[in-house]
């Protein structure tokens, strides 16, 4: 049984037993922490906890258990699902202060952080070594390593090397009942024991709280080669992605923009192929440039033989990083379009995305309502935007239910990276047997049996 929201009565107590752990119950901090960027509502925290060291993680664990208040914890509050956003107000437990590097020891690949260290902040410490943190979600220079793991987060490179959970070796990890616990390992394999690094990692801040983490750091490729490649539709760069990966080519990226995003990205100088109406952005790597663009140029003639119109190769460095800011800029970009939108961040297997990304738009033009998609295309992880007026909300939760119910229906999952947290719960026993939700019901208790941990999230409510 989830805890729900506890009197002002129960909140004293709570307080009175915190003394000396840096906390404040205003509402700008409470307005503040009752958000991410998912756009979720939930209830607003009755307090704001700042944790200095795992000793007051272990002190607000330990004396919401015993009063039965919700903690929900807080890395950046980038999340897009809401993970971060409480559904039964108590505490707002905010790891933001913990911003340690603990150790880097380069010759075993290996650095040793806490949570609220920025993800721009692990590759700074990398490259002073000439190694390479690889998971990238776009958020990477505002987010959490904490957030991170909670979300098994991923980005572009993930279609060559993989999410934020084939990087995490070992974890600090305070349970919800304020007993903290050492997992995993400092080694680069270990096979002792359930493997329950990987069973926190994506748990999205239900099973406890991350106070430390050991990851795994691979050298820095020295090449990297990135390039745009026209298609006259996104039916034809889908199909290129296929042909590509059919060739036994595997760039470490391969994202799409459709022509939704075109526009809404028009005029940010990105040098693209002349007629293109859509396009994918290709990216290799290797042990020196030449290698990198003898890599690309294998690609482009791949993508030639599929119909690509063009291929544009950044130049330098400057090019490069000019065409990953417009990337990332996709999503404000369309927001600028329609300030009311909704990113979905769908995963379907990839001979089937140009079934998807085609029956997607369908779906939205049959009810006049507009979709982008771009994303991950290589992983088949699409981030399908779906953008509306606010008089239209009521259509676009239909919308939203055909494209998970089509989603599953072609072999696929509701959600790659963002995670399940408020958003999406409701659509969770569309891809899941209700023995299979039940039995992760069990597990959580089994960590958590007063259900303090991040209430309200992931599954839908029993
Ligand atoms: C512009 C933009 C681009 C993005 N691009 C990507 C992308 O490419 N790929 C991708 O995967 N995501 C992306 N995201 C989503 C988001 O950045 C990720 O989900 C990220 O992992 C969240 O990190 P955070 O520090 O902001 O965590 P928060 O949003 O604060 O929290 C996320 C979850 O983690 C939990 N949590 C936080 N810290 C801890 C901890 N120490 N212990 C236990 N649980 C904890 C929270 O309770 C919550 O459930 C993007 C977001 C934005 C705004």
Not at 23 to 36: G, P
């Amino acid at each position: 049984m989830e805890a729900s929201t506890p009197s002002a009565e129960v909140m004293a107590r709570v307080r009175a037993a915190l003394t000396g752990v840096e906390l404040t119950d205003e509402d700008a901090a409470r307005e503040r922490f009752s958000r991410d960027e998912s756009g979720c509502e939930g209830v607003a925290p009755q307090l704001v906890v700042f944790a200095r060291s795992e000793d007051d993680v272990c002190r607000v664990l330990r004396v919401a258990n015993a009063e039965r208040v919700p903690v929900t914890p807080v890395g950046a509050r980038t999340g897009k699902s809401g993970g971060s956003v409480p559904a039964a107000g108590g505490i707002a437990l905010s790891l933001e202060k913990l911003t340690r590097v603990v150790e880097i020891v380069p010759d075993e690949l290996r650095v040793v952080v806490e949570p609220g260290v920025l993800l721009a902040d692990v590759y700074a410490a990398a490259e002073a070594h000439g190694l390479w943190y690889p998971p990238d979600p776009n958020s990477w220079p505002t987010c959490t390593v904490g957030g991170t793991i909670a979300e098994n987060a991923g980005g572009p490179v993930a279609l060559k090397y993989g999410v934020t959970r084939d990087y995490v070796l070992g974890l600090r990890w305070v349970l919800p009942t304020g007993e903290p616990l050492t997992v995993g390992r400092r080694t680069s394999k270990g096979v002792a024991g359930y493997d329950l690094v990987s069973l926190f990692v994506g748990s999205e801040g239900t099973l406890g709280v991350c106070t430390q983490a050991t990851l795994r750091l691979v050298p820095k490729p020295r090449g990297v080669a990135t390039g745009l490649v026209g298609f006259v539709d996104t039916a034809a760069a889908c199909r290129a992605v296929s042909a590509v990966l059919g060739a036994g080519l595997l760039p470490r990226c391969l994202e799409l923009l459709d022509d939704v995003a075109l526009a809404a990205i028009a005029g940010q100088g990105l040098p693209l192929p002349s007629g293109a109406g859509a396009v994918l952005i290709v990216e290799t790597d290797g042990h020196s440039t030449e290698s990198a663009f003898e890599q690309l140029l294998r690609v482009e003639a791949v993508v030639r033989g599929a119909g690509a119109l063009d291929v544009v190769a950044a130049q330098d460095e400057s090019q490069r990083e000019r065409i990953w800011a417009v990337r990332r800029s996709v999503s404000p970009a369309l927001r600028r379009l329609s300030p009311q939108k909704i990113s979905e961040d769908v995963v379907v297997p990839r001979s089937r995305i140009p079934e998807a990304v085609a029956r997607f738009k369908a779906l939205g033009a049959a009810v006049g309502l507009t979709v982008a998609t771009y994303g991950h295309v290589g992983d088949g992880n699409l981030h399908t935007n779906v953008l509306f007026a606010p008089h239209q909300r009521a259509l676009v939760d239909t919308l939203l239910g055909q494209l998970m119910a089509v989603t599953v229906e072609l072999g696929g999952t509701i959600t790659g990276e963002h995670g399940v947290g408020l958003a999406k719960k409701q659509y969770l026993s569309l891809e899941q047997a209700p023995l299979l939700v039940t039995l992760q019901r069990q597990l959580q208790g089994l960590f958590d049996p007063a259900g303090v941990m991040n209430p309200g999230k992931i599954f839908p409510a029993e």
